[in-house]
């Protein structure tokens, strides 16, 4: 549980009646959520900083740049104000973006900002990046990803205006401010231990001369994305578009997603990905395995085809919520869409080894420099 700083006079009931208030009702399905998850932190920094740029990440155990964790007194809110305070509210005078979380669960919000700078704790503008939909149409953005504690405000940043960046809050159009957002309870996987012991996996991804090895850029329990139920255990490798993919063992190809064509790190593009997913063939009956490939270019199989260890089933890409071109690979034990993740080892020359972020791999493992 994170310590919140102590009340702060910001703290008032008009600034969440202010009519610039976005929300988008959370479109992912999130299973089991009915119980009050504890705020324990399966979350580590198995991550690549660099590998999401535009995306800043808030944790209660790593946020340096956000304004301030408040801590919710119900006591400065008549029973109606509490009910009206929406999840995302940015406060008119000051400009500044707050995640409010009444809950007794911790919330996890994905926030994009359009073309609007934002400054943190230190005075700094956050980072862009850029985003481009299924249209074709690029903007630059600013993403916010947060989990936030139950009954706690994040207040994260400042608004300011694009081009001017020294110009007061209130010049803003906050009316015309694009903002995307996504907020939904931190839906935890069920047993973060679940490994999977019978079988060793190949390496996903196809070297060369010119890639001898791939970068990890998020391990399993990363803080960038790494951290529901359905991504725990996922591994990210850093790859150019177009890398060949590989199947990891003799499989059948249970499902094909390729036709989407967006990128970067606007929240919408959490919807919106393209995948192989492959059922291993030779698990024991009662365990069965499936393991995914996410934000590939393309595809060279179907559905129903039979793939054999080392094969090449599609060429990798960057679609969907992508900060950089890479694959996100994961490994389940049944192919229902709300699946957790199941943890994987791949074959190396000096044994079976779990990828870690930072460090650089290729079929015989961990490659040394
Ligand atoms: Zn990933």
Redesign the pocket.
Known sequence: MPKPKSKSKKSSQKKFKAPYVYREESQLASGGNEEKPKVSSPCSDNFVADAGPGCHIAHPESSDWILEWEAVNADDFDADGLSDIPDIAIDPESGTLTVCNLNQYSLVAYITVYETRLRDAQGRLLEQGSTTNDEGETNQVTTLIVLCPPETFAHLCVLLPQEETDKPTSQIDLEQLRLESDVQPWNQHPDPSDVYHDLILAFPLRTDSTNPSFLCT?GIHGHL??FFSG?LH?I?FQCPVGTPLLAVADAVVVQVQDHHECTGIAVTNLFHWNSILLQVKNTPPDKPLFVEYVHIQSASVSVGDQVQAGQVIGASGSVGFSPEPHL?FAAYRSDHPTAPTVQVSFAGKRGPYIPRAHEWYNDDGLAVP
């Open positions: 998020q994305t790494h991504n996922a990210d996100h």
